[in-house]
Each structure stands twice: as structure tokens, then as C-alpha cells.
């Protein structure tokens, strides 16, 4: 059996510098002395040396951390760096487009955590605080530490934890690298679309080196990727909610209407990274870092769009199982046929600055600066195309459906041929129009034009002195003072499109025909296909802004701006109970002051009196607020080392995760009926029957607070192996609902929608804003190990199991509401990993297993649920590094395959999972790489 000594590996990995500890773990490896001669030197690779390197992190570490470290620069195989973190215990992911992205730290969404890269808070491409990790190669990373205990040092707060992304440090490196990578990738479900991809491909180049006589340290990394998504899609109408139909006494769920698609999707990515390492003497040390990412999403999607219940149609129930209508027929109905394309376009810049100066052999100062910037540009359309203009007119259509089994959506079987171009063309087929005022008909929405841009701006400055102390209980005292000014923005703009050949349909043009895309999956055969991004962009529809007539795009766009100051202290400790048995940890508190506005519009939709043949638009008008307040946040973490390799872990502190920018936009959207205005009814006017209403946000809404109490016990019995144990609970005491508050409208009555004759007869209402109300509680229990075969026996020596699974227990508490199920959170999480490692071969296969979790509340106490999921990744691959051949020594070769048993996305609505809102699936992704290091 090999004889591994944990101290000394850790200390020879921190001295290669192949990964970032925090600052308490690398403080404690430099404290300890090592006899080198009684160190047996085993060289391991790959996954192993990984694992060992990661778990050298976290037993260092004074707070509970996971971390992930990589064998080289460039060697994390992952497509992205969120299908790595979600192998650690506690952590989820959601697949949007059949890719991870949305991290989940414990249960708790990514609204409750942050995201830092090198320590420094990081913007986001979507419209909230989010990280959508998919965008960050996994090659250019040399670690992830994901803080799950509060340390008063952390500068960027989540309730759930903090993940810092961390690349590497050329001089801390110590060796030249030089290293390329090839990879193709492949969608087993081919090409759904005639028109899209269903292969792609991946390269990376990294190179680090050292120079005058190392003081100076150059690391470069490219990468280029583009990755296919197929992917076969039921959607039904209605999130929250389903129509119900009498049925022999009984009421009985029906189809309201579905809106099933074919999505070909191509993501590209090119990033560039460059670190730059200068240490002229010892006590003098530069670091300047830049991150690039240019991203692109494209999707082209097709599918028929069939209205049922919800659209009166004539429904026929020919069966009904378990309160659902299970086999019927929609008569006499159209479809409305979808071309839809859409391009998104982002571009992340990140710089930074670190400057350490060791002023005394006690004192040294750091500081830090850094700025990031995000743009994004959401380009959406949709074109439609039917069998005549208008409700009634061309091919009536009998479908037949049947419910599939639980969560698998719903089989039809049309009379009609959506193939067939002599009878569908391009143009709306039913009446959904009347928002283009050029036409001014029910008719003429031909497709629709989204266009939503963001950006996200962020400065940072940090200035921070670490003291050391010497003879007494605290080793060290550190404190500093962190600026942090954020802007970020939306806006939300709309198209109506109409053909200049109104009112008649169009064929499809020549050129930019495409042969059919097939919609079998479900039954329905096949579909025309043109190129909709060509026919739009050669002009044949005519346009007209949203804006004018839509109030939901006004208060849709927005501005928030953060300035942050942070004051901070830490003191670190350490003490001998007794010979065996020693006492570590750090105590600390944060003072956060915050000045907090934002700026939107607020309106209602009021007659016209234009030239324009509408009879209403939009009134609307800047509106803006502001608010300013401080938080303070203690923290305590202890680490007591039991005999060596055991550790009883404990911290406790005061967290906050700020609140989502979408509810901190002040927008102000006014409902005014005045059909209720004008008649009250027999009860006359009440706050249950009033004319107004309003929804709102407001940038005067503070973070959400947990106090977060851990327990942890974890034993390291050998350098590569360990199990823990570990609990912990959130007390979340101002959980986030919207609350109805009745007001006085009187101020708003130029909001009214009434005409210049009439006059409002009510001016109370119901404002329904987020506020904090309600308490979040949630408890669990995290068991995880890392067992290597070579500890049973040593004919197991390259085998190994990682495993871990986290229970949790959660309700939130609302007022009016009662009792509601956590967004986001699974009662289980499991992740398990068998590798086999050996001899040039490198063998893995992993299991990610969630149960289901609510998406969202709805107003009605309904939530739509995620199917509980069990995704199967796998890899094999071989060093030839170990095949004695020295022409092709440096080349390593891999075959992936992602979704392996091709598990699809559910959701189900109204708790009855026989109510199939969204079913995806997307087939496997494989991959072939190859990479050589020089």
C-alpha cells in the first residue's frame, strides 16, 4: 500500500503553485515543517492528482470549502466549467438548452449566491445578478473554491455561498507550459432543423512561462468553441394553470392549447486570457489579469402552435385517467405555423490589478483594482405562416391527442399536411393581431421583433493590511476598507411585423425555401420550412414599434445603480488544547454601507387622440428612487484538528444576498378599468372591486439576511481520501413576496384609461409591490467521501469512488399565503463518481441526481415543478505520456459523452404531474478531443 503523508503533499502542491488556497490555508501549509527525507516522492496524474490537490485545499482551509483544482492548465475536459462544479457535494445545476448554467449551492437558487473570479465580484449577462457559468471555458481555470461559511475577508456576500472561479499564477506555476487541444463534438439526435448544426468544435491554446531569473511570469490562453443543441420541445399553454371541463359529473383538467417546437441551437465562444506576474524582490509582488469572452447563441426553431380549450375551440373528451382529459379531439381549429429565429450577442471584459507590498516581516499591505463590463444583445423573431388570414378562413383542422405517460407530454394526430406550401403560407392565420396601428385590423400580426439589450458595469477597489502576532492566541489580524460601484441596464424594445402584401397571404419565396422539418416526435408529421432571418431581413414586413401601445416594455427597461463601501476586520487564531488536539479559526465582522437607486418609467395605457388609427397607447414617464442603509455582519469560524487528519469544523454568521434587479426596477404599471369605473356593480365600489390597480418594484428594497449556522466533521485518511459529515441551517427572517398594500390613486388619475368626458369614480386600489414578508428556513445534512481503491487493497490501486449526497428540509412562511415550497430547492442531491486511473488510462463516469423543485410561486400559491433529473456523463481516455513511445509522448486523447442515457427536461403545473407543461429532450452530446503538451 502506497504510504501517502498528507502535510507533505499538500505543502509540495502549494510550493507548485497549480492552484489558489485562501489565505488561511496557505499560511498554514508555509507554517509547517517538513522533513524531506522522509517523504516518499509518488508522482500521480490526472483525475487523481486533482483530487488530491482539491482535498489538500479544503483540509487547510479554516472555513467549509469545496474546492475543484486542475491537473494542468487547459486539463479540466469539461465544455464549460458549470458542468465541473455541479460534481461537488451540495451543488445543482439547471439545464437551460440542455447545458448547465444556473448554479444551485445547497437548494438555494442563484439568486442566493455569488460569483467572483480571483476574488473579485463578478457582472452577469442576464438581466439579475445570476452567472450563467456556461460561459466560462473550463480550460482556462486553474481551480473553483466554493465558499460555504461566511469569512468576514469575503468581499462579495451570498446566502448560499460564494463560488470564486480562479485562474492561474505563472510564477507560483514554476515551469514552462506549452499546450494545444482539439475536440469535436457531435448531437446524436442529428439535425432537427434543415438549416442548423448538429456537429461543432473546440480548440485551446495555452502557454506559461518564467523569465529574469524568475521575476517575471507570462501566462496566454486561447480558446474557440462552438457547441451544437438539438433539441425536440412540448410546451403547453399555461405556466401555472390548466383549464378544467365537466365530464359526467366530474371536473376534469384539459388541454388549453400547445406550442410544440424544434430547437437547433450553436453556441460560440472565443476567449482570451492573459496574466502578466512581476516580482522584482521579496517583499514586492505585481499581478495584472484580463479576461475576454465573446459569446454568441444562436437558435433556429419551428413548430406549430395549436389552439384548444383556452381559445374556445370545440373539444371532444374521448377519455379521461386521474382527473385528466387523456384522449380528445380539438375540431374544427388552426394552426398557426412558426419560423422563428433568434441571435444572441455578448461580449465580458474583465481587467484587474493586485499589488502585495510586505512592509516588515510582520506587516504587508495589498491592494486591489479591478473592472468588468457586460454587453448583451437579444435579437428574437417570429414569423408565422397558416392556411388563410383570419379566425375561420383556409383549412380547418381535427386533431387528435392523447396524454402520454407521466411527464411525457401529448401525442397528436392532425388531418392536415403542414408540409404541403400550395396551402400554407406566409401571414397570421388568426386573428391575434391588432397591435400594428398601420393596419389597424385584428389580422395583421404577421410575426413580432424582441430586441432586449444589457449591459453591467463594475469598479472595484481594495485596500486591506495583513498584521501578524506573535506569542499569544491570535496569529494574525487583518482589516481594510472595499469599494464597489455598479451600474447595470435594460432595455426592452418590440417590433409588430406585418407583410407588405397585406391582407394577402405570401408564398413562400423561392430562394428562401427549405426542405420540411419533421415534427414526428409528436405526431404531427412534417412542417414547411423557410430561412425567416432571410425573408426579414430582405423586407418583406412592414414594422411598427411595440413601445407605443405596450406598457409591459416600458417598465421592462431599467437602470440600477450600486455603490458599495465595506469596512472590514478579521482576526485569525490558533492554540494547543493539548498535544494532539489544536484550535484554529477566525472571528471578523463587516460594516456595509449602501447607497442603492434605480429608474424606469411608470404609465398606463390611455385613449388616443393622435393621427394614428388606434384607440389607445402609452403614457408613460421617467420615475425613479433611491435609498441608502448599512448592514453589519459578524462571523465566526473554528477548526478544531483532532489527532492529526480529523477536523470539527463550526462556523456561524450573518449573511446577505442582495435582492434581484428586477425587483429593484421602480417601474410603475398602471391598471385602470374602466368598465368597473363606469359600473360597480350591485355591491358598489370596494377594494374587491375597484377600478385600480398597479404592479411595481422599487430600488428601496434591501437584501434578503440569513444567520447560517455549519457543523462539520470530515477525517483525511490518506492524501487522496476522506468522508464528512456535515449540517447546517439558514434562518431567512425577511423572505421576498409581492404584497398587496391599498392606496389612494387620486395622484394618478392622468393615468386613467377614461375619455375626456368622463370622470373617475373611485380612486381606491390595491398596489401590489415586492416587499419582505414572511420567514425562509432551511436545514440539511451533507454526507460526502472520496474513497481510492488502493486504501482496500492494493490490486485496486487507480480506482476510486467520489460520492456525496445532501438532504434538505425547507419551507417558507408568507403571510395570506401560509405555507410555500422553496424555489429551487430539492429535498436530495446525489453525485457520484467512479474513475479508474492508471498506467496512461484515463477512465471516468459520473451521476448528477436531483429530486424535483419548484421554478417559481405563482399568485395563486401554484408553482410549476422540475421533474427530478439523473444525468450520466462518462470519458475515457489515454496518456501516451506513460506508453514508452517518445514520439507521442505529451499527447493525451479523450472520448466524452454527456446526457449519456439521454434524459429529458420535465415540468409539470398545479401539483398533478399529469399536467405536462415542458418536455424536452435533447440527446447526447459526444465528444472526441485530443490535446499535446510540449
Known sequence: MQNFQPKAITLALAAAGLFTLNVNAAQQIQQQAIDEDSVEVIEVKGFRASLIKAQSVKQDSTSIIEAITAEDIGKLP??????????LPGIAARRINGKASEISIRGLSQDFSATTLNGREQVTLNDNRGVDFSIYPAEIMSGVVV????????????????????????????EQNIQVGATYEKNTLGNLNPDGDDSGERYNFSYIDQFADDNLGLALSFNHMTSPTQQQKWLAWGDDAWPTTEVDGETNYILGGANPRVRSTLQTRDTVMAVVEFKPTERFHIIADALYIDFEDEQIQRGIETPAAWSGANMQVLETKDGVVSHGIIGNTQSVLHGDYQTEDSALKAFGLNIDYQMTDTLSVNFDASYSQVTRNKWQLETYAGSGRGDGVGAMENIEFWMKDVNEGVEFDSDQDYSDSAIYKLGGPLSWGGGNPLYAASDDQDGFLSIIEIEDELTTLRLDAKQVLEGGFFTQLQFGINYSDREKSKLDTGRYLTLKDYPNM?????????????????????????????IYSQGYYDEFVSDLTEMSRATNSWSIGEEVITFY???????????????????????????????SYIGSTVPYEGDLPIDSYVKRDPVSDSVSYSQTLPSLNTNLNLYDDHYLRFSVAKTIS??????????????????VNQDPGEEGFSLDRTPWSAYSGTSKLKPLEAINWDLSYEYYFAADGYISVAGFYKDMPNWQEVVPTAIDFS????????????????????????????????????????????????????????????????KVEVEDKGELRMPGLSDSIFNFTAFYESNGWQIRASMRKRDEYPDSLGYNNAAKVIVGSTLVDAQIGYDFSESGIDSLEGLTVMLQAYNLTDEPFKAYVAENKALVSDYQVYGRSLLLSASYKF
Open 506 to 534: 405570401l408564398d413562400v419565396p423561392a430562394g428562401l425555401a427549405l426542405s420540411p422539418t419533421s415534427l414526428d416526435f409528436l405526431g404531427m408529421g412534417s412542417m414547411i420550412s423557410y430561412d425567416s432571418k432571410g
Open 147 to 174: 465558499h460555504k461559511s461566511a469569512d468576514a475577508s469575503l468581499m462579495t456576500q451570498g446566502i448560499a455561498g460564494v463560488v470564486d472561479l480562479q485562474t492561474v499564477k505563472p510564477l507560483a506555476y514554476g
Open 658 to 675: 442582495r435582492s434581484r434587479m428586477d425587483r429593484l426596477r421602480p417601474a410603475f404599471e398602471i391598471n385602470f378599468n374602466n368598465t
Open 569 to 599: 476586520t478579521k482576526a485569525d487564531f490558533e492554540t494547543a488544547i493539548s498535544d494532539d488536539i489544536y484550535l484554529s479559526g477566525n472571528m471578523g465582522v463587516q460594516y456595509i454601507k449602501t447607497e442603492q437607486d434605480g429608474l
Open 78 to 87: 469539461d465544455p464549460s466549467i458549470a458542468e465541473t462544479i455541479t460534481r
Open 747 to 810: 395622484q394618478y388619475s392622468e393615468y386613467a384609461n377614461i375619455g375626456p368626458d368622463e370622470t373617475i369614480n373611485y380612486n381606491q386600489g390595491y398596489l401590489y409591490e415586492w416587499g419582505k414578508t414572511g420567514n425562509g428556513k432551511i436545514d440539511g445534512v451533507e454526507l460526502s467521501a472520496t474513497i481510492p481503491g488502493h486504501i482496500i487493497a492494493d490490486e485496486l490501486d487507480g480506482f476510486g469512488v467520489v460520492a456525496s449526497i445532501t438532504y434538505l428540509d425547507a
